[in-house]
């Protein structure tokens, strides 16, 4: 079974608006990745932080992790149709190697 | 600077039959790991291979093998395919102890008749 449960399974939004997404896992990991994926292409890596880190920033992308409810959100901000992609949380437990996946939430951007 | 690259893009094999796909990670990275993603779905991790060695393993039956070689690529065989075998199979990369997270390949579509 996968660890990583992405909220909502799918989003529609309008160019300029911000995109929020959910994930939450279930163990106690080392870190917590996003990643974006374009009609089932490979997967581009978009950011990594920490168990000990509380917020990243990287260009539009906002991540935010809260280890006691074993959670983490992806904010898009100001996002364009470009950014239409599925994009799944990957989790790396503690003492393990291996990158656990979500379902992944569909994100629509119309422009 | 070359990503990871995989091999054959498509394939097409019949039930029953053994497959290889084979797999260049990015240059500099030493740590290959496999998955299998079903359409609609999220990767699933079928193993990892550092060392030459797998060092950890997904759900995944003995019909599932793999192999890395001393320059760090790496191949998967899978043999008696199934139907439910079909799915995007894709490579990822890194340096071990992943810091940056992974670079993946752009996927291997196998298709199961």
């Known amino acids: 079974s996968q660890q990583g449960e992405e909220d909502p399974q799918a989003l529609s939004i309008q160019e300029g608006e911000n995109a929020t997404m959910n994930c939450s896992y279930k163990?106690?990991?080392?870190?917590l990745q996003w990643y974006r994926q374009n009609s089932g292409r490979g997967l581009v890596h978009l950011i990594l932080?920490?168990?000990?880190?509380r917020e990243k920033h990287s260009g539009r992308l906002r991540v935010t992790l809260d280890t006691s409810k074993k959670s983490s959100s992806l904010l898009i901000t100001a996002s364009r149709a470009a950014d239409t992609a599925s994009y799944f949380c990957?989790?790396?437990?503690?003492?393990?190697?291996?990158?656990?996946f979500g379902a992944g939430t569909r994100l629509f951007v119309k422009a | 600077d070359a990503g990871v690259t995989q091999s054959p893009t498509h394939l097409i094999k019949t039930r029953g039959q053994q497959v290889t796909l084979r797999c260049s990670p990015k240059s500099g990275h030493d740590t290959v790991s496999w998955y299998q993603q079903a359409l609609g779905q999220g990767p699933q991790f079928i193993f990892q291979y550092y060392e030459e060695e797998e060092r950890q393993r997904g759900n995944f039956p003995d019909r599932f093998s793999g192999h890395q070689f001393p320059n760090y690529s790496s191949e998967l065989n899978v043999n008696a395919l199934l139907l439910g075998d079909s799915a995007l199979y894709l490579c990822a990369s890194s340096v071990d102890r992943v810091k940056e997270g992974y670079t993946f390949g752009s996927g291997t579509r196998l298709t199961v008749v």
């Open positions: 163990t106690s990991i080392n870190n």
């Open positions: 932080i920490r168990s000990n880190e």
């Open positions: 990957a989790t790396v437990y503690t003492g393990g190697f291996k990158t656990i």
